[in-house]
């Protein structure tokens, strides 16, 4: 099914309300990975609100995302226990590797990198996540090798 | 009315039920400040300013959400009120880009600056065009307040300023959230909501898209709602201000809709919404179009009449009595007049009685002014007279065969070149009269502007052609009195029917033509409306060992509106010294522009320039990137400083002086000298290059207008700091705006401080260099560029040069360009891809 036909699908389930906003933006997310300009036309279409509006309710919240995310998604924590221990220098560090910065997504499609409040591992403090794998006891150069042979497999 | 009664401080109020306290208040005069309230919306309480003390109530309810109630004691003032007003207000400013409110010089500063300085970004009230309306600046003024709590917070979002007719600020947004409400209040589903949450909450679009993208009907009421300087309207914006306004309609289309017109000095600014509600809502045309086609630089100022195969100028009563000799022997149907329905019945009547009696013809016809002119002049037709550029172009041939073309128009045209007379004409708002709408209402039209000298009408130029002819029922004084005799004659106009799509709902269905002209010939901003291009794909960026002259090596705005530019030019680098200037053209087309060198490499055979965005020319500058070449630069010109020994050596710079004063501070230092490095700007966020200055001094030192780092004050401050704790200054190098060398140079005076001060090439921006630049030395004439940049600052005239800066004001605004800016290099477009 094309994806115009999936997001009908989604629409179909709720009615013409702008309560209904968050649970669709929330499925939207689910089935496409994030929240396109065609999608969130397609949404004010249906609650009969404008794009603005939808696109201020969701980026209210930090759970939608608006661009595709990469092959290899990396979440790299700023909870506090990370926090203190230097999670902003894994941060930068991470920046640096891949060229793109929180909240973006490689330009060829391979990477994206976003940052969360806790990924709930905080013994393995400063900590991040590569699609489902977590990697703890992070430095600098812990952090470049993870990411030199991600880089590297994919090659 | 069901009355209630209730008491504010102390005073007995009749109000209405349904009334707020603020409703209330207001009803008996008493003021309660507000920021997110305003008269045409629904109250959202957000700001809290208007909280009162209502007894028997706890907390302080916001009065503009509080419904009045019988028996209500309310006080709008107490101490503790006031108290809380004053912090809500420093909350807002630290919010906003104002360190001007708290400056010291801040009175001297609006005396000698009576008018904003056009900067590309508002990082103070000085750059900022809402200045003379600004509600910000009123609540501080009257909650006195005199000095930040909390340092301001720059957030550097970008401006925008890709889209036709207006210019967006967000570093100045209070958040009070009325241009969104209005928005959606208008025009139902909104162009603008509150985006993000926490800090990073805005104002904007659906993904940051242009307006021209999201919607946005161009009606302008955001701008003329918003309490600060966020929103402008980009051809209004430098002119102050308005000190007049005029209701009027617009004629462009036959909706004909209600307009409230704002002037300066005879001139329209712009048109708004005389009600800001669905039903009084305009378009792009009746809110910017208006005021853009009757202050059009391509407006017809003069008369013209052939001779041989010429047209030469001439004055208006020559105008006149030569359309009235060419047209006269036509009588007949040999005669048509054509004319455009975007008129006033006034003028249609007296068009359409000149025709019938006095050419005795009964060819006068209405064109259409929705479609392009299409107008086919039949074969007996002779001679004719129109009202604009009204022929088919298919027809444009048949023009030069006709034996007498007399045509009365704002704008050039084609058609033009085979009249016989040309006669420039008033027209909007320059003259009154009655419009008849599509819905067969009768709309009055309102003289408000004033038209260039020479200038009239076209019913007093017909009534002047008839006169001249010898008819004697043209001898009309008014259009008040035309309408009379139309009435009498029971003389109709025809209403025009309602465009569909309404322009109100769809801005690319805007009217496209006035009197036959293409409106985006005029208005050019229009030609940004419509599926526009985005910026083209981005160019590779060339290669590091690129050696094209004046290429651009790294562009950096190392702080917002100041550009720091480093040029490949071995041969200006090979010999440039400490105080020199280049004079450049940003492209073949620009204008040749005086820039300051602040810094140079020989062994890599570069300069670096510094310019500050304040205007048309710099703006160019500022708009290119790594990678592209300016057309040329030549120098290095001017006197070097004179580099020596000296003692103790003061280098002190505020804006785009900052960077000149590097390589100066550096010679002297390597001179032996002691030197002393003075960096003055209003607020923290506009400090750069302290790294490389204090590499090149033994003290450095800060002064903000804010007091935010450093020294609350100015450079003047700092040098009296410095002789008062027993300094001796030999020499003072002071580089900024001529206002603030201004203030140090009386200083300097008083405390016998020796001080060179450069004039300031970005002051002659847009004037070229030729006598903008004297200087008046001791009551000898100097000019900046041969015998400067550096004068004594003791020995100028200040307040003379001042005034003549400032003589070139106007000039300048006019000058700036009017389309959104498309931004083709590498470095911004990319930058416009953040959020
Ligand atoms: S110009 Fe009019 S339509 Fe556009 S954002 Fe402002 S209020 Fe909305
Ligand atoms: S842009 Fe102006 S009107 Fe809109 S929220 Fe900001 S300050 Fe208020
Ligand atoms: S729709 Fe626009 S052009 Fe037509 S009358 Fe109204 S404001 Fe003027
Ligand atoms: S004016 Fe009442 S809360 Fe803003
Ligand atoms: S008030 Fe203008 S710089 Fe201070």
Redesign the interface.
């Known amino acids: 099914m094309n994806s115009n036909g999936k997001l009908a699908e989604i629409l179909a389930q709720y009615s013409f309300e702008r309560g209904n906003l968050v649970p669709i933006l929330q499925n939207v997310q689910e089935v496409f990975g994030y929240i396109s300009?065609d999608t969130?036309g397609e949404i004010?279409n249906h609650v009969?609100?404008?794009?603005?509006?939808?696109?201020?309710v969701a980026?209210?919240y930090?759970m939608f995302r608006?661009k595709p995310v990469g092959r290899k998604h990396i979440n790299v924590c700023r909870g506090t226990a990370c926090h203190v221990k230097d999670a902003d220098q894994i941060l930068d560090q991470v920046q640096r590797v891949l060229g793109i910065n929180e909240g973006e997504t490689s330009a060829d499609g391979e990477y994206s990198l976003e940052t969360v409040a806790c990924i709930g591992c905080c013994a393995l403090a400063p900590c991040m996540t590569i699609n489902k794998d977590v990697h703890g006891r992070l430095t600098s150069k812990k952090a470049l090798k993870i990411l030199g042979t991600a880089v590297k497999e994919e090659e | 009315m069901s009355e209630i009664t209730l008491k504010i401080d102390g005073i007995e109020i009749k109000a209405a039920k349904g009334d707020t306290v603020l409703d209330a208040a207001r009803r008996a005069g008493i003021r309660i400040p507000t920021l997110c309230a305003h008269p045409a919306l629904e109250p959202l309480g957000s700001c809290r300013l208007c909280i009162v003390n209502i007894e028997g109530m706890r907390g302080n309810p916001t009065s503009c959400t509080t419904p009045a109630t019988n028996g209500m004691v309310v006080h709008t003032r107490t101490e503790e009120i006031v108290e809380l007003r004053r912090e809500i207000i420093k909350l807002l400013l630290s919010n906003h880009t104002s360190p001007c409110l708290v400056c010291n010089d801040r009175t001297l500063c609006e005396k000698y600056r009576p008018r904003p300085l056009k900067a590309g970004k508002t990082t103070r009230c000085t750059f900022c065009a809402n200045r003379d309306n600004c509600e910000l600046r009123q609540l501080v003024a009257e909650y006195e307040i005199n000095d930040f709590d909390l340092p301001i917070i720059y957030k550097n979002i970008p401006l925008e300023r890709r889209d036709p007719f207006m210019d967006r600020d967000y570093n100045l947004c209070v958040l009070c959230g009325r241009c969104e409400r209005i928005c959606k209040k208008i025009h139902g589903k909104g162009t603008l909501s509150f985006i993000n949450r926490g800090e990073d909450a805005r104002i904007g679009t659906a993904f940051g898209l242009d307006h021209t993208e999201a919607d946005c009907k161009f009606c302008g009421a955001c701008i003329d709602i918003c309490p600060t300087g966020v929103l402008a309207d980009r051809f209004a914006k430098w002119h102050g201000a308005p000190d007049r306004f005029a209701e009027t309609s617009c004629v462009l289309c036959p909706l004909g809709c209600r307009v409230r017109l704002s002037l300066k000095e005879g001139k329209v600014l712009g048109g708004g919404m005389t009600d800001l509600s669905r039903a009084g809502r305009i378009c792009a045309l009746g809110r910017f179009g208006l005021a853009q086609l009757l202050s059009n630089p391509r407006r017809l100022t003069a008369h013209r009449v052939r001779i041989a195969d010429g047209l030469i100028k001439t004055d208006y009563e020559d105008a006149v009595s030569e359309a009235a000799s060419r047209l006269l022997p036509f009588k007949g149907d040999s005669f048509a007049l054509l004319t455009h329905p975007q008129a006033s019945r006034e003028e249609i009547y007296i068009l359409d009685k000149f025709t019938r009696q006095v050419m005795k013809s009964k060819n006068i016809i209405i064109t259409d002014a929705a479609t392009a002119s299409n107008y086919a002049i039949p074969a007996e037709v002779k001679a004719l007279y129109m009202t604009g550029d009204l022929v088919d172009t298919a027809d444009q041939a048949r023009l030069a065969t006709l034996d007498a073309l007399v045509i009365a128009d704002l704008f050039p045209s084609a058609a033009q070149e085979a009249a016989h007379v040309v006669i420039a004409a008033a027209a909007l708002a320059e003259t009154d009269g009655t419009f008849v709408t599509a819905s067969d209402e009768i709309r009055p039209l309102t003289k408000a502007a004033v038209p260039a000298a020479g200038l009239n009408p076209d019913w007093r130029i017909i009534c002047d052609i008839a006169k001249n002819m010898g008819a004697s029922d043209f001898d009309f004084e008014s259009t008040e009195q035309i309408k009379e005799e139309m009435t009498a004659t029971g003389f109709l106009v025809a209403p025009g029917k309602a465009p569909v799509p309404s322009p109100l709902d769809n801005v690319r269905a805007l009217p496209q033509r006035y009197r036959g002209h293409l409106i985006s010939d005029i208005v050019i901003a229009l030609r940004d409306i419509g599926g526009h291009a985005k910026p083209a794909a981005s160019p590779e960026p060339a290669p590091a060992s690129d050696n094209r002259p004046f290429r651009i090596i790294e562009k950096i705005e190392v702080v917002p509106n100041t550009h720091i530019t480093t040029i490949h030019a071995p041969a200006i680098a090979e010999k440039c010294l400490p105080g020199q200037f280049v004079i450049a053209m940003v492209s073949e087309k620009s204008e040749r522009i005086p820039y300051t060198i602040c810094d140079f490499d020989r062994e890599k055979g570069s300069i670096t320039l510094v310019t500050l965005e304040l205007g048309r020319s710099s703006r160019e500058l500022a708009l290119l990137g790594t990678g592209d070449c300016l057309a040329h630069v030549a120098g290095p010109l001017g006197e070097p400083v004179e580099v020596k020994n000296y003692g103790t050596v003061v280098c002190a710079g505020g804006c785009y002086g900052v960077g000149a004063i590097f390589p100066i501070a550096r010679a002297m230092k390597e001179a032996g000298n002691r030197v002393i490095c003075i960096e003055e700007a209003s607020s923290h966020y506009l400090l750069h290059w302290q790294d490389k200055l204090s590499a090149v001094c033994d003290e450095f030192l800060i002064v903000t207008k804010d007091g935010s780092v450093g020294m609350k004050g100015g450079i003047q401050d700092v040098i009296a700091m410095l002789v008062k704790r027993g300094e001796k200054i030999d020499q003072s190098y002071i580089i900024g705006c001529t206002f603030m060398m201004m203030l140090v140079s009386r200083v300097a005076k008083e405390l016998a401080v020796p001080v060179q001060t450069a004039m300031n090439p970005i002051m002659l921006d847009g004037t070229g260099m030729c006598g903008a630049c004297r200087v008046n030395l001791d009551g000898e004439m100097k000019f900046a560029c041969v015998d400067g940049p550096f004068f004594d600052g003791l020995k100028i005239d200040w307040e003379e040069l001042i005034k003549r800066n400032s003589a070139y004001g106007m000039q300048e605004v006019e000058s700036l360009p009017q389309s959104g800016v498309r931004v083709l290099t590498l470095a911004q477009a990319c930058r416009c891809e953040n959020k």
């Open positions: 300009r969130v004010a009969n609100v404008s794009c603005s509006d939808i696109y201020g980026t209210f930090t608006f």
